[in-house]
Nanobody
Framework: VQLQASGGGLVQAGGSLRLSCAAS????????WRWYRQAPGKEREWVAS???????NYLDFVKGRFTISRDSAKKTVDLQMNSLEPEDTAVYYC?????????WGQGTLVTVSS
């Protein structure tokens, strides 16, 4: 199983980006799809998740600005990011949590300029 993240880039504050993560291979027992991020010099932090029943949860700082969505048939999970702020600058990682293990993507860099 491999996760391929894409969609990162450079954007001005107030702008938008859409990240996408595609999974290849067979994945069983999925509990949640998640996005994490790691800013320079900081620990990796959880950003958003969507669980099997479709419930979504977000880091307080991104609530109302980010939206996570998934397409189970295509095995993709997206993160729509609006009203971006310089503090959102980080490498973003997609993650799949299953009953057996976790899978991580390689990360995609998002840079928000002020």
């Amino acid at each position: 199983v491999q996760l391929q993240a894409s969609g990162g880039g450079l954007v001005q504050a107030g702008g938008s980006l859409r990240l996408s993560c595609a999974a290849s291979g067979s994945i069983n027992g999925i509990k949640a799809w998640r996005w994490y991020r790691q800013a320079p010099g900081k620990e990796r932090e959880w950003v958003a998740s969507i669980i099997r029943n479709g419930d979504r949860n977000y880091l307080d700082f991104v609530k109302g600005r980010f939206t996570i969505s998934r397409d189970s048939a295509k095995k993709t999970v997206d993160l729509q990011m609006n009203s971006l702020e310089p503090e959102d600058t980080a490498v973003y990682y997609c993650n799949i949590n299953t009953v057996y293990r976790e899978y991580w993507g390689q990360g995609t860099l998002v840079t928000v300029s002020s």
